[in-house]
């Protein structure tokens, strides 16, 4: 009896160490994709931890650092909801920004970051112009 117990106690402990080493390392793919955080900002993420892990690891996605960058010199407004999901054409961002009293939506590719959509009203408004001297 007091064999089995030690068995299974032995296994009890194993599986513990391995499950809270899987959450911690599962735990990393959303914290490695938000290596800047906003407090004013929402974050919904529709993947995995796993997956995102891995596609930034890999280079496949971009990190909210280089995403803010990109969105902050192009352009105006403050960023108030940041989404991420993954769709056939690859991981896409889509972000609701806030500029005076309006609402705009940018879709950004999430691993060139380069600009696929701007929808709202008088969009002139919401991007920068480079300034030229």
């Not at 938000?34 to 900002?41: A, G, K, L, M, Y």
């Not at 995403?67 to 991981?91: H, M, P």
Request: with cysteine; net charge negative; aromatic share 8%.
């Amino acid at each position: 009896m007091n064999s089995i117990l030690r068995h299974l106690c032995a296994v009890f402990i194993a599986s513990s160490m391995l499950f809270s080493t899987t959450t911690a390392f599962a735990k990393q793919g959303h914290e490695l994709l938000q290596d800047v955080v906003s407090p004013d900002t929402k974050v919904e993420i529709e993947e995995g931890q796993d997956k995102v892990y891995n596609a930034v690891k890999n280079g496949e996605l971009r990190p909210f650092s280089e995403l803010y960058a990109v969105v902050e010199s192009q352009l105006k407004g403050r960023v108030i909801k940041v989404e991420l999901e993954k769709n056939r054409s690859g991981w896409e961002y889509e972000l609701k920004l806030v500029e005076g009293e309006q609402v705009f939506e940018a879709k950004y590719d999430g691993g060139t970051l380069e600009l696929l959509e701007l929808e709202g009203r008088d969009l002139i408004n919401l991007i920068k112009r480079p300034v030229t001297p």
